[in-house]
C-alpha cells in the first residue's frame, strides 16, 4: 500500500533553518508533448502543403515545446529563467520565417523568507510583472524512490484543482457553440495532476517552473502534457551571486492580468473566435 503524508509547514521551516548557506545552479531540459496527429497539414482548398514549409513548421514546433532552463538559487529564493542562445544565421534565401510560441516563458522568481514570487509576462508586446504572494503548496509524499543522476530522489504528486476561470472560460464556450460551432474546440477542463522527484540531498525547497515547497531540490516533474528534467547541478559555498529579481514591466496581480489578457485578446478576435493580426 503506498504511504501518503502531508507537508505541514512546519517541517518546511525546521528544513529550512537546517539548510546551509550555499548557492546552485541546476539546468533542466523542458519538453512539451504535442497531439500526434496522423495527416499532415492541410490548405484551405485541401492540397497538402508544401514540403518546405511543411519542415519549417516542424522545426518552430520542435524549437517552441523543448526548450532549456536554468534555476539559480539559495537558501531563501531561486530565479528561473530561459537558458538564453544565440540564433541561428538565417539563409540567403527570402523563404518565409515561422515562429510559435507558448505564454508564459518569462522569468519566474520566488523568495521564501520574503513569501512572494515575480513572474514576467507579456500580452502582445507589453511587459508585466506577476506579483503574488506565496501559497504552500499540498503536496503529497509517497513512499517511493529512485536514483536521478548521482542523487536519491523521492516522489510526490499536487493536484492543482479547476479554477473558476478555467469554468468559467468553458461555460462561455459551450454557449457560443450551442449557437454557432467553433472553428476551434475548447477542451473540457479537468484537475491537473503533478507528479515531482526531489532529493533532500539539495537543501532546498525549490525547483523548477512554479514548483517549489518540497524539502528538497525537485529534480524531475511530469504532468499531462510537460516534462522537465534536471542535467546538471553545480553547489558552490564560495562567494555568492546576487540573485536578482524581475523589475521589468507594469506590476499587476494574477487576477488583473488575466483580465488584462482577456479583454485585449476579446477585442481581436472575428466571429469564429479566430485572433486577426493586422500589419
Known sequence: MTKVVLISSFLLMGF??????????????SKRIMKKKTEKVETKSKEPLDPE???????????????????????????YEEEQKLEEPKGASDGMSISISFSGGGKKYLNVKDKNSIVEDEIFGKEFLIVEPLVQPEW??????????????????LVIPVSEKQKKEYEEFLKKEEKKPALFKMEKPEDKVITAWYTPEIPVNFGPDNYWGLPGLILEVSEEKLIILCS???????????????????KVSQKKFDEIQKKKTDSMKDEDGVIMFQH
Not at 57 to 70: G, M
Not at 142 to 147: A, F, L, N, Q
Open 16 to 29: 529550512l533553518a537546517k539548510a546551509q548557506d550555499f548557492q546552485g545552479k541546476a539546468e533542466y531540459f
Open 53 to 79: 514549409l511543411q519542415k519549417e513548421i516542424e522545426i518552430a514546433l520542435k524549437k517552441a515545446t523543448e526548450k532549456q532552463y536554468v534555476l539559480t538559487f539559495n537558501k531563501t529564493e531561486c530565479l
Open 140 to 157: 503529497k509524499l509517497i513512499d517511493e524512490t529512485k536514483k536521478i543522476g548521482d542523487y536519491n530522489c523521492f516522489k510526490a504528486e
Open 232 to 250: 546538471k547541478v553545480v553547489l558552490s559555498n564560495k562567494e555568492k551571486t546576487k540573485i536578482k529579481a524581475p523589475n521589468t514591466g507594469e
